[in-house]
Nanobody, 126 residues
Framework: QVQLVESGGGLVQAGGSLRLSCAAS????????MGWFRQAPGKEREFVAA????????SYADSVKGRFTISRDGAKILMWLQMSSLKPEDTATYYC???????????????????WGQGTQVTVSS
């Protein structure tokens, strides 16, 4: 069974940077669209960024546009989120997600994903 594993979270000062990684364990078949979501305490899980199966198309939440960059290693289930100019409001548990996709779409709706990681904590101090 395929599992997603995130890494790279931690504590950083405001204005700093972090790079999150997401990789799949187990054999995978097909092409997967992927995404990052986050959830702060007491808040709903929210969309951060998404990328299609080939990496040719991406999407970002307005709150992170220009500060975060999503990327992946070709069609592999291996993805990164480069986070720069971090703000205290970026503090959350970050989750990666994946789903089979046979077209060039990315997905910002969390309900469209069926594979999820356990999450990695990002804390930004002021």
């Amino acid at each position: 069974q395929v599992q997603l594993v995130e890494s790279g979270g931690g504590l950083v000062q405001a204005g700093g940077s972090l790079r999150l990684s997401c990789a799949a364990s187990g054999r995978t078949f097909g092409w997967y669209a992927m995404g990052w979501f986050r959830q702060a305490p007491g808040k709903e899980r929210e969309f951060v960024a998404a990328i299609n199966w080939s990496g040719s198309s991406t999407s970002y939440a307005d709150s992170v546009k220009g500060r975060f960059t999503i990327s992946r290693d070709g069609a592999k289930i291996l993805m990164w989120l480069q986070m720069s100019s971090l703000k205290p409001e970026d503090t959350a548990t970050y989750y990666c997600a994946a789903r089979l996709s046979d077209d060039s779409r990315w997905f910002s709706d969390s309900t469209k994903y069926n594979l999820w990681g356990q999450g990695t904590q990002v804390t930004v101090s002021s």
